[in-house]
């Protein structure tokens, strides 16, 4: 009998290079092989005690709440970003969601017009679009730009059609390359924002995950047309507890309403329990910030450690300022890899994956051309309960140095290093004389 792929007929949706890594990945587990995992991007570290502590308290909660959300929670939030971001919230237009991906997806069934989107970006973006049937506009950016939007190059989209209704998404610290906007950026963004009518989805999940602790709101600039998008899964380490939230301004409150028109005939409400929990999330408070910091610190030094070998193999990249990946170019190593017969970021972390049991995901994955020698490293393979009660034994003025490391993160230390050792080989094989 002949065999159906049931999938094609499927608006938006074949197989992602994502899941055949992981796929691959998993194959060589069942072979007994041992595997790295650097490719999923959910956070190591525990829920704080004391959020768990109220998601025990409120687990009998089993009623239905409002579809936009738990009155407190909002209200909580509406303070939280005000007290965080300087932005002036109303807790009516706060939308409460399970999950922030959930949120997007709905926004995208909300609003018509055309979804633009940086590259190199999240994976599930463009696949949302493509799901609805909206019109995509990808605007690539480069290395030497820093993976960020230039701002001019948006200004130059909008004049090619202008007056046409656009949602930009903007992503900072941004999946996939660890790197974030400066204030300067964010207002040239927000200035062509405003001349051009676009509405920016700005999504900052991991926006309490900028190294410093200094992130800062595109809202602030753009509050007229910016809504904010954000959640527990990132900087709370919840991300299986599926709670994300939007936050729309007043001029944008017909999309929420349809938005809400949406959620009641889909999801219906967000989990009582979990909404409970998450308004001591959202409070704050010298436990919260303790953990925040303690996080920060460890996710800084592994990723400054891991972009100074990655470097020293070849590969050229920016020092991460936030969340917790790497976005590694392999382009100066272009032609030994192609002597390989290596000539995209898909065939190279495949022959990674084969060779040296670290599994990651091709550039392709996150919009850039299947040429290009990019790949993407969530360093995030370790046991983060560990490593955050060895960290908080430490001043926080103390560096968490390579010993540090290399015994409460080893795990993605050793793929690093497996990693930098395939390329050293390969460049050590390219000096020799013929």
Same mark, same amino acid.
């Given at each position: 009998m002949e065999h159906v792929s049931l999938n094609l007929n499927v608006r938006g949706m074949h197989p992602s290079a994502t899941v055949a890594i992981n796929e691959h990945a998993?194959?060589?587990?069942?072979?007994?092989?041992p595997v790295r995992k650097l490719g999923l991007g959910q956070s190591p570290f525990p829920v704080p005690s004391c959020v768990v502590d109220a998601l025990k308290l409120h687990a009998h909660?089993?009623?239905?709440?409002?579809?936009?959300?738990?009155?407190?929670l909002r209200e909580t939030v509406a303070a939280y970003f005000h007290r965080n971001e300087g932005i002036s919230v109303d807790p009516d237009l706060v939308l409460i969601g399970p999950g922030s991906k959930e949120l997007m997806f709905l926004l995208q069934v909300a609003f018509y017009g055309e979804l633009v989107v940086p590259?190199?970006?999240?994976?599930?973006?463009?696949?949302?679009?493509?799901?609805?049937?909206? =019109?995509?506009?990808?605007? =690539?950016?480069?290395?030497?730009?820093?993976?960020r939007l230039v701002p001019e190059d948006l200004e130059a989209l909008c004049l090619q059609d202008e007056g046409r209704p656009r949602l930009l998404v903007l992503n900072?610290?941004?999946?996939?390359?660890?790197l974030t906007c400066s204030e300067e950026e964010l207002r040239r963004i927000a200035e062509i924002a405003r001349k051009h009518e676009i509405i920016v989805l700005s999504d900052e999940i991991y926006g309490k995950l900028d190294h410093r602790g200094r992130h800062v709101s595109i809202a602030r600039f753009y509050p007229e047309g910016t809504?904010?998008?954000?959640?527990?899964?990132?900087?709370?380490?919840?991300?299986?507890?599926?709670?994300?939230?939007?936050?729309?301004?007043?001029?944008?409150?017909?999309?929420?309403?349809?938005?809400?028109?949406?959620a009641s005939e889909t999801y219906t409400s967000t989990s009582a329990p979990i909404q409970y929990a998450a308004v001591r999330a959202f409070q704050g408070g010298q436990e919260i910030e303790r953990y925040l910091a303690h996080a920060r610190s460890i996710l800084a030094a592994l990723g400054q450690h891991s972009a100074e070998r990655l470097r020293r193999a070849g590969a050229r990249l920016h020092d991460p300022e936030g969340a917790?990946?790497?976005? =590694?170019?392999?382009?100066p190593l272009r032609d030994r890899l192609e002597a390989f017969g290596i000539e995209g970021s898909r065939d190279l972390a495949i022959r990674i994956l084969d060779e040296t049991g670290v599994a990651l995901l091709p550039g392709e994955a996150f919009g850039r051309p299947p040429e290009e020698l990019t790949l993407r490293i969530a360093y995030v393979n370790f046991d983060g309960a560990a490593a955050l009660t060895a960290s908080e034994a430490m001043p926080l003025t103390e560096p968490r140095g390579e010993a540090f490391l290399r015994h409460h993160c080893?795990?993605?230390?050793?793929?690093?290093?497996?990693l930098c050792a395939w390329f050293d080989a390969a460049r050590i094989v390219e000096d020799l004389p013929d």
């Open positions: 998993n194959a060589l587990i069942r072979q007994g092989r909660e089993k009623d239905y709440l409002e579809v936009r959300g738990l009155r407190r590259t190199p970006c999240w994976v599930s973006y463009a696949p949302q679009a493509r799901i609805v049937g909206h =019109p995509i506009r990808f605007v =690539p950016s480069s290395f030497e730009h820093r993976w900072y610290p941004s999946n996939p390359d660890g809504i904010v998008s954000s959640g527990l899964s990132k900087w709370c380490g919840a991300g299986g507890w599926r709670l994300g939230l939007f936050i729309f301004p007043p001029r944008l409150s017909w999309l929420l309403q349809a938005m809400e028109a949406l917790f990946y790497l976005f =590694p170019d392999f382009e080893y795990r993605t230390v050793d793929a690093i290093e497996r």
